[in-house]
């Protein structure tokens, strides 16, 4: 088993398992989340904070993670922290990059909905998609989802869906993402994604480690290497960027991507 990028933004401490699944396993400490994952396509790839190994399955059974400056410990072995295979989660734009990524928004929003779920916030940006929420609890959270859009009350995202990490909370992530986006971009907004963050925050250690990282200006390397093909006005290579965005997760990169394109057609300023 090897140990191929590690996340900036991992704290040392002690970890407790926290869920496992085919390819992530989930440790917890003080209601945050590290991961250990597969790299892509497969699993999720480089993050702020994820352990890429190259095999997971010896992990699953792990009951904890100690982290120190240097290493990760599992029962079944210690993991050097090398500075070469240190991820980056900092988003970099050239000049004029973030004016570009506004530029590149029609594309990515094509593309979001091309490749989406049927059941994502997708539906948000295209009403044709309304016909797959027609049982009672999905029409409730698409009308709640809706008020919410139209009202430009974000907080009442906030939990809201089902799954791992509600629809809501990866929502209210994407608008995070775009903000850093713009501070990256040369605009202040720190008060403001730290307001945000503060009335987002709830019970689910998964979404508060996504919400945090979002509200950091740290980008797991999906969403990054997007963001950042999309300031370099590649448009031959940023719509399968996009579409693998959307592939993070079940619903979640859908709805992440749907709260960044609302960010950037001017919804939630």
Same mark, same amino acid.
């Given at each position: ?134 049982? =009672? ?5 698409? *009308?709640? %989802?809706?008020?919410?859009? #139209? /009202?430009? @009350?974000?907080?009442?995202?906030? !939990? ?69 093909? =999309? ?5 031959? *290579?940023? %719509?399968?960027?996009?579409? #693998? /965005?959307? @592939?993070?997760?079940?619903?979640? !990169? ?16």
């Amino acid at each position: 088993m090897k140990l191929l990028r590690h996340g900036d933004a991992i704290a040392p401490g002690m970890y407790k398992l926290h869920s496992a699944f085919d390819t992530a396993v989930n440790f917890e400490r003080n209601g945050s989340i590290v991961s250990a994952v597969l790299p892509e396509p497969d699993g999720a790839g480089a993050g702020p904070v994820n352990m890429v190994f190259d095999d997971i399955e010896p992990l699953k059974t792990a009951a904890g993670l100690a982290v120190t400056p240097d290493s990760f410990a599992f029962p079944s072995g210690i993991f050097r922290r090398e500075a070469d295979s240190r991820y980056n989660s900092a988003l970099i734009l050239p000049g004029g990059g973030f004016r570009r990524i506004t530029q590149s928004l029609p594309l990515i929003k094509k593309t979001l909905l091309e490749c989406a779920p049927g059941k994502s916030l997708a539906v948000l940006l295209d009403p044709g998609r309304e016909h797959n929420f027609t049982a =009672a609890f999905d029409a409730a959270f698409l *009308a709640r %989802a809706k008020e919410n859009l #139209a /009202a430009g @009350n974000l907080a009442g995202f906030k !939990g809201l869906g089902a799954g791992l990490t509600p629809a809501g909370d990866d929502f209210i992530t994407g608008v995070l993402c775009g903000l850093g986006a713009a501070a990256a971009g040369g605009t202040p907004n720190t008060v403001r994604r730290s307001e945000i963050l503060k009335s987002a925050l709830g019970g689910n250690p998964l979404s508060n480690t996504f919400l945090r990282c979002a509200a950091q200006g740290r980008y797991f390397a999906r969403f990054k290497t997007m963001l950042e093909t =999309a300031a370099e006005e590649d448009a031959a *290579a940023l %719509a399968p960027l996009v579409q #693998a /965005a959307v @592939n993070f997760g079940n619903t979640s !990169g859908a709805d992440t991507l749907a709260g960044l394109v609302c960010y950037f057609e001017g919804r939630f300023k």
